[in-house]
């Protein structure tokens, strides 16, 4: 016999899964050239041809659907790395825009296309490494200047915002010196999925499987971390370790995102915090629910970017930020009120 509770806390995931399924084949058949809903949905399930043409058939796989998925799973990944530094650092605020993290990502990416690499598969090898050793960098550094006191989330934050800028600005000197590359690099700035291919999926797919089974098998120790350092010690864990290693899993997810499609803020931030209000603070079911809600939130926000002034594109970093920065105030006014009561 089912148990009423368990199917009730079952009801949110059902919900985030139907609209994902939904959303793919909206996105994909929405653009410069229409293309029929049913007859996507026939495709994507049954495989019949009957309801696209072959031109129809070449714009949904060729353009079309890699790039719903490149948005669907780099949402993904940003949600998850999201919920994971919300979880160490004790913080709704906690994100790797945020606290730096993307813009390490963005200056070690830049830096790695100043060196005119001529192989496509080591080019894009070596793109990710890049990303992943300046996310690194960033981590180290803000938690060398701003975290004695890791619990400290406005030193955090500080310490981010001043790494953020810094990067920032190095992507910027980048830019100047090689003006001829002055277009690829804001596109890591920016954030889009408009050079999304199948293997740029690919890439991220093969990451992120075994990144959300590493996280999953650890959503005891997420939860005991949310409590505190000294708690999670106390119950037979070694904190900064554990920490360690998930950050590590972190920057990587985050790092090979930006190398792929560029700087996308606050995904990380909104998703995770908006499902911990939803379903409470197990990791388990967290995990699961990020995923799918980072999945949506980008499928849509990228639906938005590319038809709402076409055949104008808004890079979809700027919609995020659009809708994550009033939701970062509000964070912040809370943990304000939140301070000045205890």
Aim: net charge positive; with cysteine; glycine share 10%.
């Amino acid at each position: 016999m089912i148990n009423p509770d368990r199917a009730t806390s079952r009801i949110p995931g059902l919900i985030l899964l139907s609209l994902l399924f939904l959303s793919i084949p909206l996105a994909s058949s929405i653009g410069a050239v229409p293309l029929p809903f049913k007859g996507i949905l026939s495709f994507l399930f049954t495989r019949s041809h009957s309801g696209l043409s072959e031109a129809q058939q070449i714009i949904l796989l060729q353009i079309r659907l890699p790039r719903v998925v490149l948005a669907g799973l780099s949402g993904a990944g940003l949600s998850l790395s999201g919920l994971v530094f919300q979880a160490i650092f004790r913080n709704p605020m906690a994100e790797p825009y945020l606290l730096g993290v993307a813009s390490g990502a963005s200056l070690g990416a830049a830096l790695f296309m100043m060196l005119n690499v001529p192989l496509a598969f080591l080019s894009a090898l070596g793109l990710t490494a890049s990303a992943f050793a300046g996310s690194l960098l960033s981590v180290f550094l803000i938690l060398m200047l701003g975290a004695r006191n890791r619990n400290n989330m406005s030193s955090l934050l500080l310490a981010g915002i001043a790494f953020s800028a810094i990067a920032q600005a190095g992507v910027s000197v980048l830019m100047m010196i090689n003006r001829e590359k002055i277009e690829r690099i804001v596109f890591w700035t920016l954030g889009s999925f408009s050079a999304a291919t199948q293997g740029k999926s690919l890439i991220l797919l093969i990451l992120l499987i075994p990144s959300v089974l590493f996280i999953l098998s650890r959503h005891r120790e997420l939860d005991l971390l949310s409590l505190g350092h000294e708690e999670a010690h106390s119950l037979g864990i070694n904190p900064e370790r554990v920490s360690f290693v998930l950050l590590l899993v972190s920057c990587l997810i985050t790092a090979t995102v930006v190398s792929v499609c560029g700087i996308i803020g606050f995904a990380g931030l909104l998703i995770p915090h908006l499902m911990r209000l939803i379903s409470g603070p197990d990791h388990r079911r967290l995990t699961g629910l990020s995923l799918m809600g980072g999945a949506l939130l980008m499928i849509l926000s990228d639906l938005l970017a590319r038809t709402v002034i076409a055949p104008t594109e808004i890079p979809v970093g700027v919609l995020t930020a659009l809708m994550g920065g009033p939701f970062f105030l509000y964070l912040l006014r809370m943990n304000i009120r939140k301070g000045q009561s205890q």
